[in-house]
């Protein structure tokens, strides 16, 4: 199945929402209260650049990071294995995000569409 076209903040909001086995319930709660809560739009303009970078070019297992200390928010993301999926070119990563005191982070499946990346579909 084809990546999705997601908006890029939903996406920042999904890559960081925090997936355990509590997760599920707990979503609703991180996002209302959580890093979420306090990512502006000039952290998003900040993470976007770093996070496609780690991802176009990343080494495997290194933690690139980006920071906005206007806000304070900060992250982190870690490039793994790429691999092809349906001839597209796709790369799971680590993301973290810490804002306004709280952190979230996950791992995420992503394929390259065009020049941007996009969450794989499962």
């Not at 991180?30 to 070019?57: C, E, M, Q, W, Y």
Request: aromatic share 8%; glycine share 8%; hydrophobic share 45%.
């Amino acid at each position: 199945m084809a990546p999705e076209r997601i908006n890029w903040k939903l996406c920042v909001a999904m890559m960081t929402a925090l997936l355990s086995s509590q997760a599920s319930a707990q979503n609703s709660l991180f996002l209302a209260n959580g890093a979420l809560a306090h990512v502006t739009k000039a952290d998003i303009a900040i993470a976007r650049p770093a996070i496609r970078a780690a991802l176009d070019s990343g080494v495997d297992g290194y933690t690139y990071t980006w920071s906005n200390p206007a806000t304070g928010a900060s992250g982190t993301v870690t490039p793994m294995k790429a691999y092809k999926k349906n001839s597209m070119e796709c790369r799971s990563a680590e993301v973290t995000a810490y804002a306004g005191g709280e952190r979230g982070g996950s791992a995420w499946e992503f394929c390259k569409v065009g020049a941007d990346w996009k969450i794989a579909s499962r």
